[in-house]
């Protein structure tokens, strides 16, 4: 052990701590002696039977001492502890001593046994004693693996022993009824668990000889059940109300008599008769019965008498309960009369069972279900017996009521409160206390108080009814006999009740945690017969019963002796009951049979010990060294007489007080035992005085908050509902820190019996808890002295207080001569903040007795020095709130009202004129306030209100003549203030700036702990965060705003709110609505709202943005100025509202101006074409969704002018219209056979037309010539493709920064790109699921720019190709946006009724212009990148290796000037732009080919009938070229006759691939490979070198596009020949298209023989 010593600091100490002194007990002037044999070992805990003790060093290891019967070898008596050895290696972390049985608990929570077993009470079966310790296994036998249970602490009786679980649950074993376990069979050797008390927390258990206490926490609000209606046992209502003809006796006093009901077999049975006749619990003797009932007092010291005979109240509930009357039912109605019965009717008996009665409180029906049945929980929707008696009874118009108290009764307050929230839902917490637990914590306050009679030695009923009316008892009660309680009279009491303020302690959760909780509950069983339980009588318990008279006394320490027990509480006061034979409850009162306040001198008393026959008490004495006192059995040995005396109240023991500072009294059966530590460098001293003075303190706020507080909160008339609030708000603030002191002074009794390390005292540990309750409480107490709480409070408390005087005046240590009642209530509730320097000094003391280096010194120094800190800056809100009173009492009284504000404190004015308004009037007044959250200007009669957090302030500079100003900036005015001097000047500027700065941070009531006091602050920022109501602004008035300022202005983002119901959320500059925000706009006809998302500039929408009408219109595009400007697509109606259509295009100025394409769904019909004023004007196309087509001129809305239709047959007409499909004037229609009709039409197309006119019919010569002239012509009356979607363009030349195409600076352009695409990036940002992570790739590398010096190369030219291609794979780049707009407005032209194949010319017309216009772009972008057409040379000169396919030189491409590269718009974005487009572009062309492509299939179809060969030799390929054998599936065969689809099979799957491209130059690459393909397997067969001639080809070519079976063979060639790089037509390529090309026409053609 010595080697082990902990810390530096406790080195020199450790020798001093935890000495033993023994001394024997019953006299009260012996010596303690020190134990020997302990040789410097520090003993942490220590236990006492009737001839034996237990010690336990800091080691953990077991000593024990006295006499020892159950060991192997006992000796008489072991004077100096032995060594328990078979513990040693164990961990001991505390021990207990039964009478004659040991217990020990190691640290992994396991339990040994030893000594006497008669009994079984160490839980070892058939085995007298047990000589040596022996685990026991604890286990739960509720887990399905068996758990053990983890043991915290133990407590020995005399046959049985206790153990609390880490769960909180107790375990027992033994014998008796004192183990609360259901069983009849003794002795229980397996532990079994404690059933009655499991699921709730208990905190303690000590155990008598033979009964047994535990100390539980009291169940939180929430957790109250419902009332029960009636008893689980007695099944008697619990709660009765008793109707006689002149008085009503409501009560809820019901008490069961048992713990359980005893069944037959056990001996302390008892008779019960609870039946409704009997009087009482217990069994009647006849002399009683029949003579008189017993006396009912009431508080007002009426009594009612019954005049119909003596059994004529009862309340069924198994108490003696009722009224009194004589035997000549004579009516006593006068106090006095009541004095002189009482004192007549002087039967012993009577009186002890009067007194019992008044003293008991109603018991608590054992079953778990009904904790709540003695208190009023939240009434339940359900109508419990309760309310329906509440509400006869306030309904009953004449009935006398009579609230019994003594008996429990329900008062009327509860009756009120019930009346008044019973129609609320449950729990409420109306102005009044709350029906629940809390509320019955206050009322038990005093009806315990009224119980326990303060002590008094008399037990005339008189005595405590005069002394009750004194005390601060706050209980409402109707006199005893009312002549009538009118309902109204009633619902007034109510309602003047609920109005008052609860005090309840708001507990805090989190400090119930860390620190011992007050709010507890005593819970006895076992044998009872010297009261010992605390019940009131003298039966014994089978089962745990809560001792109800100790609800709400804060308990923190149970102590059971031989046959009784003492209750300690956190007010330092120590309730005693039981046996008393020997004065050992230090007290003299009885009966004992409840619970009393035992009497002993001391300052406050801290721990208590029970023996067998006497108690021992620690208390605080003066100079803070524990005093102990004794009381119990004296035995003076003067003259050699033995004479037994009993104390009459308990004695100090002089001696003790020399021997060092007692940490802890353990008390046995013949000897008593204390722990000591030596002051070594004043540590102990300092924690000795800690403690004292918490506890005292701790006193000193309850009796505030009982005998000040309280009565102060039932007063009426309090002033209006707001002081009333604050008021209940200080009070609850006071309540939370009293009730935290209260658990600070409980850890710190329970820390001194402990190791007493400095670090683990909970105002290091938890020091925020401690700061944040005094910094709260003096925001409350603060915000009532602002409002004028204390001169308000003190007129309606005048009476009140001028009669407690004294009390009050010792309470607030203030003695001076007439003071005002003010000043005494100001000095009472500011008395709390003294206590943090008194925290700061202890704690600096606690440091020097460490080395300075050591942490401990460093932690104690910090902590003294926050709490120092806290104490200095509370101090400074107090005069601030002082001074601010000061400033409200001299202010004109019409602003006060309107300025006033709990939280508002004054800091500087100016009504010494030294400030004044620049260019004011002469005769104007201008008054200037700065208040901690608000610049306040005054004038005559009006003032302003400037916020602090939307001001800002500078000071002029000097030259322009301004020589003392202040320029003040608020979002809607800006002025200046000049100061008389300078140093006002600098004065008002520091002080509104710092002011502005609070208000900023919000920490005007947070104190950096440990930091300085003074901080220099740096000058508020200029940008910040803050909320502002508009009031004159005529765009934002009444408007909020929300969000970032800078210099007034809103910037940045933020969220404004018109009162109309508009919002914007978004990004601001300099006061306006600019960059990217949400905006709406309710309808309230429509009852929707207008919902706009997009980008605005200036307060205006301007970019692109979507704007969702409350129509259900929606538009998505450019704004500019609000208006729809640029390119932009409307949705109207859904597709099943009666127009669904969709517009995409050009808009001007809010109108469709320009090129754009409406899709009307209801008519089937696209126009596509030009706009005006929201009107088709100019040259248009239509197409409807039944084949016709119409191009030409349109005027407003209608076809009007020249124009081509053409009808899905082929017949056209061309020539002049005047409406929509109507033809009128000169025309030529020509009929799908090439006849003709010229001359002058009118009518409808489809409904009969007239026409005057020439029909011809040309010869059949011409007739091939003639057919395609009327189409060729399709497009000339149409846009022309250049002029479509100019605005898409000019929007991406405008995103680039350039005013029109390819004007402009291009390094501008890049960094717009730039710009657009971080801007972008951080706008997904706050919604991540937009940006998948290959997105986010293709954003980061885009950031690289393609650089370029020196000559073109290819390896430049793939660079911008790759980027091109990432570019438009995001559309937050500016060429990306343009793509994917493109394939919008593409797509939307070309799918549904535009997906007509008369407009394929003009869909690849389309396709050209963007390439050609998206080149343009490019080439700005990129200006190296050659122009259109021209060639990028080979760096290396190709190897010649190559031969051509059909010519016998090697390839040197002769079809060009020289080798290299072409640059073409086509190659460069088709890859891009095309897979986009394909679906729609593709669809035009297999309509276009449908014809001819139904012949040339229905002909693969029956030319692939045939197998190989035999499609071959068809085919007229030369023999030598016929493979002779084919791989199949990876092996070799040979061509046999029937043999199919397997010669040339990898040429034929090439050319397949042809489908699954897109663009011209990878179908011509699929036709380049199938080529090579079928070369490659003739040269297999041939194994010899040679040249292809054109007619060799062509057949084994032709076979192969047969076997490849491609269904739209047609639209591939015709999109290849539309589409392909022009410079490609001539080149090998273009020769090998040809031969695809004349492959398709041939199988067309090809006839069948």
């Known amino acids: ?480 006999l009312l002549s009538q309680v009118s309902p109204r009279l009633l619902r007034k009491v109510g309602r003047a009740k609920m109005r008052t303020v609860a005090l309840t302690p708001t507990y805090s959760g989190e400090a119930d945690a860390l620190l011992p909780s007050l709010r507890t509950e005593v819970w006895s069983w076992g044998k009872g017969k010297e009261g010992q339980l605390g019940h009131g009588d003298v039966l014994p318990r089978l089962q745990p019963l809560c001792v109800k008279s100790l609800d709400g006394k804060e308990v923190i320490h149970l102590s059971a002796g031989g046959h009784h027990s003492l209750a300690l509480t956190a007010k330092s006061q120590v309730y005693s009951w039981g046996s008393n034979i020997s004065g050992q409850l230090g007290h003299l009162n009885s009966p004992t049979t409840v619970p009393r306040l035992a009497k002993v001198c001391g300052d406050g008393i801290w721990t208590t010990a029970a023996g067998l026959d006497y108690s021992l008490f620690l208390a605080d004495e003066k100079d803070f060294q524990p005093g102990l006192y004794y009381c119990g059995q004296e035995t003076s040995t003067e003259n050699n007489l033995n004479e037994n005396s009993c104390t009459k109240s308990p004695i100090l023991l002089l001696a003790c007080s020399k021997i060092g500072y007692i940490s802890n009294v353990i008390a046995g059966g013949d000897n008593c035992l204390a722990l000591v530590d030596k002051n070594v460098m004043g540590y102990i001293a300092s924690l000795h005085e800690l403690a004292a003075t918490e506890r005292r303190f701790y006193f000193k706020l309850s009796e505030i908050k009982s005998q000040v507080l309280r009565p102060l909160l039932g007063l009426d008339n309090l002033g209006n509902a707001n002081t009333i609030q604050l008021l209940q708000e200080m009070a609850s603030r006071f309540s939370k820190l009293c009730y935290l002191i209260g658990q600070h002074g409980a850890s710190l009794s329970s820390f001194l019996h402990g190791v007493k390390e400095a670090r683990s005292l909970a105002i290091l540990k938890h020091s925020s808890l401690f700061l944040d309750s005094y910094t709260e409480y003096c925001t409350s107490v603060t915000n009532f002295l602002v409002m004028g709480g204390f001169t308000l409070l003190a007129k309606p408390a005048i009476d009140f207080l001028s009669k407690n005087q004294e009390l009050l005046q010792k309470l607030s240590e203030r003695n001076e001569e007439n003071l005002q009642l003010v000043e005494v209530l100001n000095a009472l509730f500011f008395m709390p903040f003294g206590r943090l320097h008194n925290y700061a000094r202890t704690l600096l003391k606690l440091a020097t007795c460490f080395e300075v280096a050591s942490p401990e010194y460093q932690k104690l120094q910090d902590s003294s020095s926050c709490y120092e800190n806290l104490a200095v800056h509370l101090s400074r809100k107090m005069k601030e709130a002082e001074y601010t009173l000061g400033f409200w009492k001299t202010f004109p009284g019409k602003m006060t009202d309107s300025l006033r504000k709990p939280e508002r404190r004054l800091i500087c004015e100016s009504s010494n004129r030294a400030l004044s308004l620049q260019h004011a009037g002469r005769f104007s007044v201008n008054w200037f306030i700065l208040f901690n959250d608000a610049l306040v200007h005054a004038q005559f009669s009006t003032h302003h209100i400037f916020p602090l957090s939307t001001l800002w302030v500078e000071a002029l500079s000097e030259e322009a003549g301004n020589v003392n100003g202040l320029k003040i900036t608020t979002p809607e005015e800006q002025f200046v203030l000049v100061s008389s001097t300078p140093q006002e000047k600098t004065k008002w500027l520091r002080a509104i700036s710092q002011a502005v700065d609070q208000a900023l941070r919000g920490t005007s009531d947070m104190i950096l702990y440990g930091a300085g006091g003074n901080v220099p602050r740096q000058e508020p920022p200029i940008s910040r965060s803050a909320k502002y109501t508009f009031y004159k602004d005529p765009r934002f008035k009444d408007a909020v705003y929300d969000g970032r300022w800078l210099s007034g202005k809103p910037h940045g983002r933020g969220i404004l709110k018109w009162a109309d119901g508009r919002m914007y959320s978004g990004t601001f500059r300099t006061g306006l609505e600019d960059g990217y925000g949400e905006y709406r706009v309710p309808k309230k006809a429509l009852n929707k709202e207008d919902h706009y998302v997009g980008y605005w500039k200036e307060g205006k929408m301007c970019g692109h943005g979507v704007y969702s009408y409350a129509t259900g219109e929606v538009y998505e595009g450019c704004f500019q100025d609000n208006m729809r400007h640029g390119h932009g697509l409307l949705r109207s109606g859904k597709l099943t509202s009666s127009s669904p259509s969709m517009f995409i295009g050009q808009w001007i100025m809010d109108k469709k101006s320009g090129y754009g394409v409406f899709d009307d769904i209801t008519r089937g019909e696209k126009y596509m074409g030009m706009w005006q004023d929201d009107l088709c004007q100019g040259n248009g196309v239509v197409v409807t969704q039944f084949g016709l087509y119409y191009e030409g001129a349109f005027s407003t809305n209608k076809m009007m002018g020249t124009g081509i239709l053409l009808s899905e047959d082929d017949t056209v007409y061309e020539g002049e219209f005047s409406d929509n499909w109507t033809l009128s004037g000169k025309g030529t229609l020509t009929l799908p056979n090439g006849d003709y009709i010229e001359g002058l039409f009118s009518g409808e197309w489809g ?245 001819e492509e139904d012949i040339y299939w229905e002909c693969v179809l029956r030319l692939n009938k045939q197998t190989d060969l035999a499609l071959l030799s068809f085919l007229g390929v030369q023999a030598k070229f016929w493979p002779g054998t084919v791989s199949i599936l990876g092996e070799s065969r040979k061509v046999s006759s029937n043999t199919k689809d397997a010669c040339f099979a990898s040429a034929v799957e090439c050319l397949q691939q042809i489908s699954t491209t897109f663009t011209p130059a990878d179908k011509l690459k699929v036709i380049q490979q199938t080529f090579e393909e079928i070369s490659q397997s003739v040269l297999e067969s041939l194994q010899e070198d040679f040249l292809w001639s054109m007619d060799d080809l062509f057949p084994v070519f032709l076979y192969v596009v047969l076997r490849a079976r491609i269904r739209n063979l047609g639209s591939e060639v015709h999109l290849i020949e539309d589409l392909m790089d022009p410079y490609l037509q001539h080149g090998e390529q273009g020769i090998m298209f040809t031969t695809l090309k004349a492959c398709y026409y041939q199988i067309q053609h090809e006839k069948l023989t």
């Open 1 to 480: 052990m010595d080697s082990q010593e902990r810390s530096s600091e406790e080195a020199e100490g450790a020798k001093e701590r935890g000495l033993v002194y023994v001394w024997k007990a019953g006299s009260c002037s012996v010596t303690p002696e020190r134990l020997p044999g302990l040789s410097g070992k520090t003993v942490l805990q220590a236990a006492l039977g009737i001839h034996h003790g237990l010690l336990l060093t800091e080691g953990g290891e077991v000593y024990s001492f006295g006499k020892l019967p159950w060991r192997s070898q006992p000796e008489e008596r072991v004077n100096s502890p032995v060594l328990e050895s078979a513990l040693l290696g164990h961990c001991i972390i505390t021990v207990a001593a039964g009478s004659f049985h040991n217990g020990a608990v190691t640290e992994s929570g396991v339990v040994y046994m030893w000594g006497d077993n008669s009994a079984g009470q160490c839980a070892v079966a058939n085995q007298p004693c047990v000589p040596e310790p022996q685990l026991v296994s604890i286990c739960d036998s509720e887990t399905s693996p068996l758990l053990s249970v983890r043991i915290l602490q133990l407590a020995c009786g005399e046959e049985h022993t206790l153990a609390l679980a880490l769960s909180r649950e107790i375990w027992a074993w033994g014998s008796g009824c004192q183990l609360g376990l259901i069983t009849t069979t003794f002795p229980v050797t397996k532990p079994q668990k404690v059933e009655h008390l499991a699921g709730r927390v208990v905190l303690q258990i000590a155990c008598g000889a033979y009964h047994s206490l535990a100390l539980v926490q009291c169940l939180p609000v929430q957790e109250m059940k419902p009332i029960p209606e009636r008893c689980n046992h007695c099944s008697q209502p619990l709660i009765t109300m008793t109707d006689k003809e002149d008085h009503v006796i409501i009560s809820d006093s019901h008490c069961c008599p048992l713990g359980v009901a005893l069944s037959d077999n056990q001996p302390e049975n008892h008779v019960f008769c609870p039946s409704s006749d009997t009087p009482g619990g217990k069994s009647v003797t006849a002399g009683q019965s029949e003579d008189f009932q017993k006396p009912l007092v009431e508080q007002h010291g009426l009594v009612g008498l019954e005049s119909d005979g003596p059994s004529g109240l009862s309340s069924s509930d198994g108490q003696e309960d009722s009224a009194i009357s004589s035997s000549g039912n004579t009516l006593l109605s006068d106090k006095k009369e009541v004095k002189e019965y009482l004192i007549g009717l002087s039967d012993n008996s009577l009186n002890e069972s009067l007194n019992k009665n008044i003293c008991t409180e109603p018991e608590q029906p054992s079953q778990e279900e009904q904790l709540g049945a003695c208190i009023p929980g939240p009434p339940g929707s359900s109508t419990s017996t309760l309310n329906s008696l509440v509400a006869s009874c306030a309904s009953a118009v004449g009935v006398r009521v009579a609230a019994t108290y003594e008996a429990g009764a329900l008062s009327l307050k509860k009756v009120m409160n019930f009346y008044g929230t019973s129609s609320s839902e449950p729990g409420s917490q109306s102005g009044s206390r709350s029906p629940g637990p809390e509320a019955l914590k206050d009322s038990r306050e005093e009806q315990v108080r009224l119980e326990s009679m303060q002590g008094k030695k008399s037990s005339s009923l008189v005595d405590i009814r005069e002394e009750e009316s004194e005390g601060g008892s706050r209980r409402l009660s109707l006199p005893g």
């Open 1247 to 1491: 409904s009969g037309i007239k026409i005057t006119g020439t029909y011809f019919k040309p010869s059949l010569y011409e007739n091939e010539k003639d057919k395609p002239k009327a189409l060729r012509k399709l497009g000339i009356l149409a846009v022309s493709p250049d002029e479509k979607w100019k605005a898409v363009f000019e929007e991406c030349w405008n995103q680039l920064g350039c005013e029109s195409p390819g004007q402009g600076d291009r390094w501008k352009a890049w960094d717009n790109i730039a710009v657009a695409l971080t801007t972008n990036r951080r706008q997904h940002k706050d919604s991540p699921e937009l940006l998948s992570r290959s997105h986010t790739q293709t954003l980061e590398s885009l950031e690289f720019i393609p650089q370029h010096i020196g000559a073109f190369t290819l390896e430049k030219y793939e660079n911008i190709k790759k980027y091109l291609i990432k570019a438009c794979d995001t559309p937050l780049h500016p060429l990306g946006k343009l793509v994917e707009t493109l394939v919008a407005v593409y797509r939307m032209t070309y799918v549904g009724v535009g997906a007509n194949r008369r407009l394929l010319q003009e869909a690849v017309r389309e396709i050209k212009s963007y390439l050609k216009r998206i080149f343009q772009l490019v080439r700005f972008l990129f200006p190296d990148l050659p122009e259109e057409g021209s060639t990028i040379p080979f760096l290396t000169t190709e190897p010649k290796g190559r031969r051509s396919f059909c010519s016998g030189k090697s390839d040197s491409r002769s079809e060009s000037p020289e080798p290299g590269y072409v640059v073409t718009s086509f190659g460069l974005l088709l890859p891009v732009l095309l897979p986009r487009l394909y679906p729609p572009l593709f669809m035009l062309y297999a309509l276009d080919n449908e014809r």
